[in-house]
């Protein structure tokens, strides 16, 4: 069993920059796969970005993409989502989520990931 943690949300102004980080801990030597989703009030939780736990593949929502890059530092058992250029519409509720099946690849879906961190909240003011 993994357990996950976010950390770095809040509030920014439109233009402006967050780093969320999600911090791994208990059995996470199997991980194959770390992402990102998000889920407005009202809206269906989607995925954001996605990364291979060995690096490589990678994957980014169209609407993110080019403005946040998702990255990871193995020896902290540690991922990060670096969000630069913020809109209102990026303002949600972020979870980072792991598979430890290596069923999906860079899954992209809420159902092809098993943990899940308790979320943390991004505000993003006009």
């Known amino acids: 069993q993994a357990q996950l943690m976010e950390s770095g949300g809040g509030s920014a102004p439109a233009g402006g920059s967050l780093r969320l980080s999600c911090a791994a801990s208990g059995y996470t030597s199997s991980i194959y796969c770390m992402a990102w989703f998000r889920q407005a009030p009202g809206k269906r939780r989607e995925g954001v970005a996605a990364i291979l736990a060995g690096g490589g593949s990678t994957y980014y929502a169209g609407s993110v993409r080019g403005r946040f890059a998702i990255s990871q530092d193995n020896s902290k058992n540690t991922w990060y989502l670096h969000m630069n250029n913020l809109t209102p519409e990026d303002t949600a509720m972020y979870y980072c989520?792991?598979?430890?099946?290596?069923?999906?690849?860079?899954?992209?879906?809420?159902?092809?990931?098993?943990?899940w961190g308790q979320g943390t909240q991004v505000t993003v003011s006009s």
């Open positions: 989520a792991a598979d430890d099946t290596g069923d999906y690849g860079v899954g992209t879906e809420p159902n092809e990931y098993n943990y």
